[in-house]
């Protein structure tokens, strides 16, 4: 049995519905499909197809090689592709993951930009404020900012970006502005669970000098887009990534505190498991990416802040 043969066989008869529609569309007969399915199951030792006499469905292990097979095939596709000099059209899913403010703030729309130029590659993202092992949980790739993770990763910088520290004009009003960082111990901070230290926030002075302060407050949460709408309606103070309050603090729903101060900063990496095999599609989008946040591939590990 030749595998490949089989696993585009399989993938055929899942995407037409049938096995008359799959034989018609490989040009074999409907018996010599149906045998090449039993050979494919034989050898796997599992059914991947329910068949009755009116409907096909997969299995449970079927849905599971059949999401996997049509990876295989686009990665040979893209293999041939590029032996042929035709690679200019990638094709298959990219499992890409991110935090929830990168996924809103920069990967989503360099996401739709790309999908426009490479119609035939589509996108599975999970967005999730953890550290998500890429390799164990088979990704092709993540948007981090901080530390890249494992050794055996292969990081490409993207980027850059700073903590800022801000309020609501209400809040402000309410409770005073700050002239030193250690006026925050007098206020409401918004902490952020995945930081490396969520409530000992560091600052360093127009003189070099470094300021850590210890900060308590009435909210401490794993989601900067939910610290940043609490801070929106005067609760707190938040000390946030300046691309997520850059909109807000130019439209004066939020005020800058401490300007002269300087929070700390990260650098934005893509991280993907090597560089070796790096598929076109995902090299692809890795550079697209790269040049929307307006920057190349530096080489050097990542800082020790993590966010």
Known sequence: MDRWQAMQAFVRVVESGSFVAAAERLGISTSSLSRLIAELEQHLGARLLNRTTRRLSLTESGQSYYERCVALLAELAEAEALVGQSAAQPRGTIR???SY????????????TFAERYPDVNFELVVSDRVVDIVEEGFDLAVRVGQVGAESLVARRLGSMQLVLAAAPAYIARHGALA???DLARHNALTYAYAVTPRLWRFTGPDGSVHDVRVTGSLHANSGDALLAAALAG??????????????????RLQRLLPDHTGQGGEIWAVYP?????SLKVRL???????AFGTGAVPGAAGSFTR
């Not at 403010?101 to 739709?112: G, H, L």
């Not at 090597?274 to 790096?278: A, F, K, P, Q, Y």
């Not at 989008?285 to 040049?291: E, G, I, L, N, W």
């Open 96 to 98: 890409l993951t991110c």
């Open 101 to 112: 403010n990168m996924a809103e703030q920069r990967v989503a729309p360099a996401i739709a």
């Open 180 to 182: 030193v960082p250690q």
């Open 235 to 252: 609760l707190g103070v938040v000390n946030e990534p300046d691309f997520m309050l850059d909109a807000a603090l130019t439209a004066g």
């Open 274 to 278: 090597s560089r070796r095999h790096l």
């Open 285 to 291: 989008f890795v550079d697209h990416v790269a040049q």
